[in-house]
């Protein structure tokens, strides 16, 4: 028995394979958005996009 690792899933269920993270393919693309809007946000810090060359 494993814990699902999606952001806020409570889920236990039966890991199959050793790889396997996430109760259902749901959850592992909420994680991935989740990750994908940290780095977004973490870009766009200020000094960040002057420090970029062609943004501004």
């Not at 259902?24 to 996009?49: E, K, L, N």
Request: proline share 7%; hydrophobic share 30%; with cysteine.
């Amino acid at each position: 028995m494993r814990r699902c690792e999606g952001p806020g899933c409570c889920v236990f269920f039966v890991q199959h394979h050793p790889r396997r993270r996430y109760c259902h393919v749901s959850c592992a693309h909420r994680d991935r958005q989740a990750r994908s809007h940290r780095r977004r946000v973490s870009a766009t810090t200020p000094g960040a996009a002057a420090a970029a060359p062609g943004l501004a």
